[in-house]
């Protein structure tokens, strides 16, 4: 069966960094894109990021431009989010899911988009 499990979450200083690991199973990873997303509590869930299947484009929320990189490996099978110069605001839980439509541009940040989601990774961002 499809399964998505997240890494790498944990406790940050702010302006630190983190790397966050997606691990796919029960299909064939490079025939679809990896989106990242996020919730805080009391808070919708937020996209993050999407990687498609062809590794471009990518795409981001105006809140994480310029500080996280998502990248993927097909041969591991594992998507990355790599986040920079870390801020309390980006505290939440972090989710991977598998995106199944096509483009990206115009549904890249909505849940509807995604079928399979990872149980979430928690990331802390405090002194």
């Known amino acids: 069966q499809v399964q998505l499990v997240e890494f790498g979450g944990g406790l940050v200083q702010p302006g630190g960094s983190l790397t966050l690991s997606c691990a796919a199973s029960?299909?064939?990873?490079?025939?679809?894109?990896i989106g990242w997303f996020r919730q805080a509590p009391g808070k919708e869930r937020e996209g993050v990021a999407l990687?498609?299947?062809?590794?471009?484009?990518?795409y981001y929320g105006d809140s994480v431009k310029g500080r996280f990189t998502i990248s993927r490996d097909n041969a591991k099978s594992t998507a990355y989010l790599q986040m920079n110069d870390l801020k309390p605001e980006d505290t939440a839980i972090y989710y991977c899911?598998?995106?199944?439509?096509?483009?990206?541009?115009?549904?890249?940040?909505?849940?509807?988009?995604?079928?399979?989601w990872g149980q979430g990774t928690q990331v802390t961002v405090s002194s």
């Open positions: 029960g299909f064939t990873f490079q025939h679809y894109g």
């Open positions: 899911a598998r995106y199944y439509l096509y483009g990206g541009s115009t549904t890249w940040n909505i849940p509807g988009a995604y079928d399979y």
């Open positions: 990687i498609t299947k062809l590794d471009s484009p990518t």
